[in-house]
Nanobody, 124 residues
Framework: QVQLVESGGGVVQAGGSLRLSCAAS????????MGWFRQAPGKEREVVAV????????YYLDSVKGRFTISRDNTQNTWYLQMNSLKPEDTAVYYC?????????????????WGQGTQVTVSS
């Protein structure tokens, strides 16, 4: 059974940092793209960052560029989202997702496996 498990969420003051992790089990994703998405109350799920299988191609939502960094460790089947200079508008449930169809994608329907989500709350 494939599982993606996020960790690292929490409550932080504006300007602070958090590092989210996504640990996969049940299959290897070393040749697959993965993404981080978020969903705030009353809003649609949006892509935050995407990375290809070897880490050389990355995409970021405009509002997080320069503040967030996506990375992966294929030896550990784990991916990360380093979030710095957090703002109250970053408050959301964050999800990691894996895409096994090849290439990068920026919408949730293009991803095949999902974690359960981790809450990030940024206080002002």
């Amino acid at each position: 059974q494939v599982q993606l498990v996020e960790s690292g969420g929490g409550v932080v003051q504006a300007g602070g940092s958090l590092r989210l992790s996504c640990a996969a089990s049940g299959r290897t994703f070393s040749r697959d793209s993965m993404g981080w998405f978020r969903q705030a109350p009353g809003k649609e799920r949006e892509v935050v960052a995407v990375v290809n299988w070897n880490g050389y191609s990355r995409y970021y939502l405009d509002s997080v560029k320069g503040r967030f960094t996506i990375s992966r460790d294929n030896t550990q089947n784990t991916w990360y989202l380093q979030m710095n200079s957090l703002k109250p508008e970053d408050t959301a449930v964050y999800y990691c997702a894996a895409r096994t169809r090849g290439g990068l994608a920026y919408v949730s329907s293009e991803y095949d496996y999902w974690g359960q989500g981790t809450q990030v709350t940024v206080s002002s």
